[in-house]
């Protein structure tokens, strides 16, 4: 007798297939719309009666999407909660980053910007809700994109689209470059110099705060290494040098309710606090003068935060504040690091693994 054992297999596996095909078909006799949407796409199209449908693969110009049609689109991210995946927890924050478009701005002394700015809108997603429509924050948005931005329009971007999407926490962050005319030292040339901005709209439990970020660029003389230097030309007539570099400083600032805070004020409390602001435009003369101001103005990554802190302090129109310096030694192979916080706000018990490499400016 002989036995053919691969037939055999094969009809079974044929004859369980058809069975689970048939069973599946009588479940989606009796489900809910939402269980058919939770349905796996590939097990879905086994519902078909007969041979599943040929695809046209000729992209239809014409076709239009009317409001019936519409209706009839499947959109999982508002489905029932039955499909949330995952721990049922509420999100914090939930939303779209770096979406760009130009915005005009208002500035203190030269009249309207125009600047090319990247948007992050986010809002918090109750535990019960699967998702959200992130084009809507979008939409929301672009809604005011034709106005000049300030935090009051800001905020009433932030409405629309916290009420759009029925959320009880929500935040936009914008970035963008600004530009500003600095003078040379002494040779009367001037040039402009970009600094990094950031306005934050935060609502959180009903309360809103307003948050300017700004990076400023200097540079840091180290005061050991300019005794030390000074110590070798005096006692042993040997010439020596300073070590200097490249260091930023970035001040989060939160703006007191009524209050005005130009970007170039806070832009002018940094120069105040630490003058030694990198040049744009240099000539020997302009050379031989920053040389000069740096050794007038030596200063630790301590002192630093410490001066900016000083000047943010005077001011009425700053609330809480945060500053991160970051000195990118010439004389090591790490950088030196300080973070200091003023008020409630930014205090955290963690930090960002990643947080000093952001302050890494490139010319």
């Known amino acids: 007798m002989n036995l053919h054992l691969a037939d055999a297999a094969n009809d079974l596996a044929r004859k369980e297939a058809e069975t689970a095909l048939a069973t599946l078909r009588r479940w989606a006799a009796t489900a809910s719309e939402e269980e058919l949407n939770s349905l796996d796409p590939d097990a879905a199209r086994f519902l078909a009666d007969g041979d599943y449908p040929a695809l046209s693969n000729v992209y239809p110009a014409d076709f239009d999407a009317d409001a019936a049609y519409k209706t009839t689109l499947p959109d999982l991210q508002n489905g029932p ?9 509420a999100i914090q924050h939930v939303g779209i980053s770096n979406f760009r478009l130009p915005l005009r701005y208002h500035t203190r002394d030269n ?5 090319e700015t990247s948007v992050t809108g986010t809002v918090s997603l109750e535990a019960d809700k699967k998702g959200i429509n992130m084009s809507r924050i979008m939409r929301s948005f672009y809604g005011h994109a034709e106005k000049t931005f300030s935090f009051e329009v800001i905020e009433a971007a932030l409405d629309d689209y916290k009420n759009d999407l029925e959320s009880i926490d929500a935040r936009i962050q914008m970035r963008f470059s600004f530009p500003m005319k600095v003078d040379s030292l002494r040779s009367g040339l001037s040039g ?3 600094y990094d901005i950031a306005l934050e709209l935060i609502e ?3 309360v809103r705060l307003k948050v300017v970020h700004l990076d400023y660029l200097y540079s840091s003389t180290c005061p050991c290494s300019l005794e030390l230097s000074e110590h070798a030309r005096r006692t042993r007539g040997q010439l020596a040098t300073p070590h200097s570099q490249r260091s930023v400083a970035r001040l989060s600032v939160v703006v007191n309710e009524g209050k005005c805070l130009w970007f170039e004020d806070l832009i002018d409390m940094c120069r105040r606090a630490v003058p030694t602001e990198t040049q744009v435009m240099v000539k020997r003369e302009d050379e031989q003068a920053f040389a000069e101001l740096n050794a007038a103005n030596p200063i630790f990554v301590e002192d630093a935060a410490r001066l900016f802190a000083e000047r943010l302090i005077a001011d009425p129109r700053v609330g809480d504040f945060r500053i991160v310096a970051s000195h990118q030694e010439s004389l090591h192979s790490h950088d030196a690091v300080s ?7 930014f205090v955290g018990k963690s930090l960002d693994p990643k947080l000093f490499n952001t302050l890494f400016h490139v010319g």
Do not use: H, N, V
């Open 339 to 345: 973070i200091l916080t003023e008020g409630d706000t």
């Open 111 to 115: 009249g309207d910007l125009t600047l």
């Open 192 to 194: 402009y110099q970009y």
């Open 81 to 89: 909660a039955a499909l949330i995946r995952g721990a049922r927890r």
């Open 204 to 206: 959180r439990d009903g």
